[in-house]
């Protein structure tokens, strides 16, 4: 299909993202498709991470808000500046495969009715030790898939900007999951997928977000009340809804867990009530004695490779 003008815009929020931020960057310059804009937000950074940046390159514009106004307002602010049919995400932490821009447009060029497009990743560790992404989902993603939990790595999708736009876009209402709020309004509206391929690199570093425990309670109460809004929004087969107040069950255990270990015993004891009033045919023994709520993973025993050498 020829192309007569930009086509995709990568979103990017940025918080004092230190030598990362580069390295992502980086990443877009490399890919295999030239036709693409970036929107950086520097969210209020304190560092000079975005303002050391040495770019000769028009297809990236920076904004610089002078203090930080939360993830979602961020992302919603460069949502609108998109401008092209297409919108990619990528956070300023993480790092796109060179042919990951290509391959998820050509998804969208062979699929009218596709709005939303992920992929399979990486696990970047410190030191660049390279790890596959278990337990991952792939083609199109039901109603039922998206109710039990959120399939989706946000730095690796790409959606149809009108449908985000006309979706509402991201809800500041959600400071953690905005991402799997804005999914489920978009597979009201089309078809979601996700490519078999791994196209990003997902970094897991003591400083991201989603390993910060200050962050894990927030998370948790966002997970719960979007379990709850796919319930409501989403047309669920009689498994969906088992699958989905089991994923609300499972969530409430977390949040038991992680209120006593905070202090918060009230608040614990009544997320644990809950937990077994919603879900009580759950073996919840096995649960409880491990001490943590979610089954760890059996393979450990991965093989470990470079970055380099995952292809990112």
């Not at 990568?10 to 804009?37: C, P």
């Not at 509206?189 to 970094?203: D, F, H, V, Y």
């Not at 390993?211 to 948790?220: A, C, E, I, P």
């Not at 379990?227 to 255990?253: D, E, I, K, T």
Request: aromatic share 6%; net charge neutral.
């Amino acid at each position: 299909m020829a192309r007569n003008h930009t086509q995709v815009t990568v979103l990017m929020t940025a918080f004092n993202a230190g030598e990362y931020l580069s390295v992502a960057i980086q990443s877009l310059l490399r890919q295999s498709l030239s036709d693409w804009k970036l929107i950086l937000v520097d969210n209020g950074s304190t560092d000079d991470s975005v303002s050391s940046l040495k770019l000769d390159d028009s297809r990236i514009q920076i904004y610089r808000f002078a203090a930080n106004v939360g993830r979602t307002q961020a992302l919603q602010f460069a949502l609108t500046q998109s401008g092209t049919p297409f919108t990619a995400v990528l956070d300023a932490d993480d790092v796109a495969h060179p042919n990951r821009l290509s391959q998820q447009l050509l998804s969208f060029e062979l699929s009218d009715d596709l709005v939303l497009v992920g992929s399979h990743v990486t696990s970047l560790i410190e030191g660049d030790v390279c790890l596959p992404k278990l337990n991952e989902v792939v083609g199109t993603i039901s109603h039922d898939q998206l109710a039990e939990r959120n399939p989706f790595v946000h730095s690796s999708v790409m959606f149809r900007t009108s449908a985000a736009l006309t979706s509402g876009g991201y809800d500041d209402k959600f400071s953690y999951a905005q991402d799997y709020d804005l999914f489920q309004k978009l597979a009201l509206i089309g078809r979601c997928s996700i490519l078999p391929s791994q196209l990003t690199g997902l970094r897991i570093h003591p400083k991201s977000m989603t390993r910060n425990q200050t962050f894990v309670l927030q998370r948790l109460t966002d997970e719960l009340h979007l379990s709850q809004l796919a319930a409501a929004r989403l047309q669920l087969s009689p498994l969906g809804v088992r699958l989905n107040r089991r994923r609300q069950a499972l969530v409430h255990l977390e949040l038991a867990y992680n209120e006593l270990l905070s202090g918060r015993i009230l608040g614990g004891l009544q997320s644990l009530a809950f937990s077994v009033k919603i879900d009580p045919t759950m073996s919840w023994i096995p649960y409880l004695l491990r001490g943590c709520p979610y089954p760890k993973a059996l393979n450990q025993l991965l093989v470990t490779h470079r970055s380099d050498a995952c292809g990112l």
